[in-house]
């Protein structure tokens, strides 16, 4: 017959990884949250050219979340900062970064929305003038 005693189980603590912000001195993170909001300030105002008015609540919401995708999309591939980095700027986690990439490369079937990226993408290269940079299109 099997013991009904119970038997202590010891749980070893795993190591957290490095938070990337701290890898960053202060200047490091102040120029990375910079040039990410450069490029937040980029799209935001390709979209207002292109004639997208805000609409109040929920479309609101949305079209803020869509310059932010579009962003962290533009500041990894053009600008090659790292995701980790990406999100230490927009104040985020990785795994977001990773989401909008995703969901930002999914959208790009459609023309028009490839357009506007593209045209996110050469105006933030040619604002950093950012030598060879990897655009689409």
Do not use: W
Request: hydrophobic share 40%; glycine share 6%.
């Amino acid at each position: 017959m099997l013991s009904q005693e119970a038997v202590p189980v010891e749980y070893q603590k795993v190591p957290r990884p490095p938070d990337p912000a701290a890898m960053l001195s202060s200047a490091e993170r102040q120029d990375l949250r910079f040039r990410c909001m450069m490029v937040r300030q980029v799209v935001a105002e390709l979209l207002a050219f292109a004639g997208y008015e805000g609409r109040a609540g929920r479309d609101r919401r949305r079209s803020v979340q869509h310059i932010r995708q579009i962003s962290m999309y533009v500041s990894h591939v053009v600008l090659q900062i790292p995701m980790q980095h990406v999100a230490v700027a927009f104040g985020a986690d990785r795994t977001t970064v990773s989401h909008a990439c995703r969901i930002v490369e999914e959208r790009r079937e459609n023309r028009a929305y490839d357009d506007f990226v593209g045209a996110a993408e050469r105006l933030t290269a040619s604002f950093f003038l950012t030598p060879g940079g990897h655009l689409h299109g």
